[in-house]
């Protein structure tokens, strides 16, 4: 996995509090796979209870926006953790606390079939008090499922 410059502790803290501590990322079986200023990637594996249509195997929207909403946040903190350098953990996890969506934009491009899903997001714009982020959903033979644009609050 990809992890911040000189920051493997941030990085092994975050993949916990996303992995273990937030039950919905659990729910969805969501996981970090790579996570660096440059981008976060995310992923997770089809399951029965994740389907929106039973007969046609295609994954609930519900779950393809938020999958696409936790990924986006997480790549937000990660835009405004570069400007966070020089403090410490706690005080890095703390901000992280605070990112919260402002306005979410979801497309969805074609049916959500697939084994695998993965997640990948990018800031476009970190602000001070504002990050914006595209983010990608891809099914394991690569088919873009769907694109979102994030908005979140990072003050």
Do not use: Q
Not at 67 to 87: H, P, Y
Not at 129 to 155: C, F, H, P, Q, W
């Amino acid at each position: 996995m990809d992890r911040p410059r000189n920051d493997d502790d941030l990085f092994l803290c975050l993949n916990e509090l996303f992995d273990e501590k937030i039950p919905f990322n659990k729910v969805l079986g969501l996981k970090v796979e790579s996570l660096s200023r440059d981008g976060v990637t995310t992923s997770f594996e089809m399951k029965d209870y994740l389907l929106g249509h039973v007969s046609r195997g295609m994954l609930h929207g519900g779950v393809i926006s938020s999958v696409i909403d936790v990924t986006g946040g997480l790549s937000a903190f990660m835009g405004i953790e570069e400007r966070m350098m020089d403090e410490n953990i706690e005080a890095k996890l703390a901000r992280f606390g605070k990112v919260n969506t402002l306005d979410l934009r979801v497309d969805y491009l074609r049916p959500g079939r697939g084994k695998r899903f993965v997640a990948k997001a990018h800031a476009l714009r970190t602000g001070k008090k504002v990050a914006v982020t595209r983010i990608e959903l891809r099914n394991e033979m690569d088919d873009l499922i769907a694109v979102g644009t994030g908005s979140y609050i990072v003050a």
